[in-house]
């Protein structure tokens, strides 16, 4: 079955930067859209950023200029780059996929979450 699991989350502070990936696993025959959302205690989950199997990028108003989405396709990995962090960016971010297998047609896994607070 697949797993995404999520790495790079933490502790920063306002201004820094922190890099998060998200890593696809099983037995994958390929990966199309691939995503960040985040939710913040007690918001609704937004999305963050897409980006599309063919590097078609999607952000965010207020994360425009300062995340950056990519992936490698080789590793079957997306990474959010984010740099200018500020303390309501303080949420858990989680990775999602539109993945088909040698099991099932295309379908949307999401990882478990990765914390990422940035202190005032």
């Known amino acids: 079955q697949v797993q995404l699991v999520e790495s790079g989350g933490g502790l920063v502070q306002a201004g820094g930067s922190l890099r998060l990936s998200c890593a696809a696993s099983g037995s994958i025959l390929s990966i199309n859209r691939m995503v960040w959302y985040r939710q913040a205690s007690g918001k609704q989950r937004d999305l963050v950023a897409a980006?599309?199997?063919?590097?078609?990028?999607t952000y965010a108003d207020s994360m425009r200029g300062r995340f950056t989405i990519s992936r490698d396709n080789a590793k079957n990995t997306v990474y959010l780059q984010m740099d200018s962090l500020k303390p309501e960016d303080t949420a858990v971010y989680y990775c999602?996929?539109?993945?088909?297998?040698?099991?099932?047609?295309?379908?949307?896994?999401w990882g478990q979450g990765t914390q990422v607070t940035v202190s005032s």
């Open positions: 980006i599309t199997s063919g590097g078609t990028t």
């Open positions: 999602g996929a539109d993945i088909t297998t040698l099991r099932n047609s295309r379908t949307s896994y």
